[in-house]
């Protein structure tokens, strides 16, 4: 009802379309999907993991498509909600958001520890979770976690493949014949370097990034389990991978961007 007004007042409106259980979120999608504007998939860590299909049985190509053809607007949510894992932010923001081509990211975080655990967690786990910040201590003012570093740096990693897409399409257009080969050779050199990227290999539960999931458990002298390591997500790619893909892809654009210039 509020979605039919919010759309004859011009309000876009958006869904938390909410992942668990699946079944409850395709019928909530269903019922409201004419008034929805925005569908926000949530605690998909990273992106769209959930098999081979996805609402109602779909494909994650053929659903994502339909919603684009419908005008609806597609986003991420919550890839790690922790907001301190690396590489979970890093691919979130970037490799994965480009492979499965859906419209864009968006993420919140809390002020502080959840104290009270929340979300059905313990109050251990909720004092782990759902922060983007340290808390202040001591001296320590406190700030900014890893993660805001790793969601800029997978941004900066989206940034480099469209601007080497657009490149790309340009060059194709040009009736230079070298101009077209450095595009192709890019275009395929760039694909079978993120093709490696495997989606099915990974747990969708593990958005919450809940201690005992983290590589390394120590227990300190009075025997509290310390959590360390880096969440390391089963993807195909290793940690290097990231920067050499970046490396590939800004060689290409100085290419054709040097070659665009010469003309």
């Given amino acids: 009802m509020c979605g039919g007004i919010l759309d004859r007042l011009g309000i876009p409106t958006a ?14 999608e269903k019922e409201f999907y004419n008034e929805i504007d925005v569908i926000l998939l949530t605690f998909c860590h990273p992106p769209v993991t959930v098999s081979e299909t996805y609402r109602d049985g779909e494909r994650w190509t053929a659903y994502r498509d339909r919603l684009k053809r419908d005008g609806k607007t597609l986003m991420f949510y919550n890839v790690d909600v922790s907001g301190v894992h690396p590489e979970a932010m890093r691919f979130g923001y970037g490799l994965a958001l480009w492979a499965r081509g859906a419209d864009g990211m968006i993420n919140w975080h809390y002020q502080g520890h959840v104290r009270g655990g929340g979300y059905e ?14 808390d202040a201590h001591g001296e320590f003012k406190g700030g900014p ?9 997978g941004v900066k990693d989206y940034t480099a493949l469209y601007t080497l897409r657009e490149l790309i399409a340009e060059a194709r257009m040009s009736s230079d014949a070298e101009q077209q080969a450095a595009a192709a050779a890019a275009e395929r050199e760039v694909a079978a370097y993120v093709n490696r990227l495997t989606f099915d290999t990974i747990d969708t539960g593990s958005a919450l990034a809940l201690p005992g999931r983290w590589e390394r458990e120590t227990y300190d ?35 054709l961007a040097g070659k665009t210039g010469e003309k």
């Fill in 121 to 134: 967690l313990s109050t251990r786990q909720g004092n782990a979770n759902m922060t983007f910040v340290y």
């Fill in 15 to 28: 869904t938390h379309s909410f992942n668990h259980p699946i079944p409850a979120a395709e019928r909530y």
């Fill in 221 to 255: 002298e009075d025997d509290v389990k310390i959590l360390g390591g880096d969440y390391k997500i089963p993807n195909g790619f290793t940690y290097a991978d990231y920067d050499r893909l970046r490396r590939l892809v800004c060689e290409h654009i100085l290419v």
């Fill in 145 to 153: 976690s890893i993660g805001w570093e790793a969601a800029r740096e």
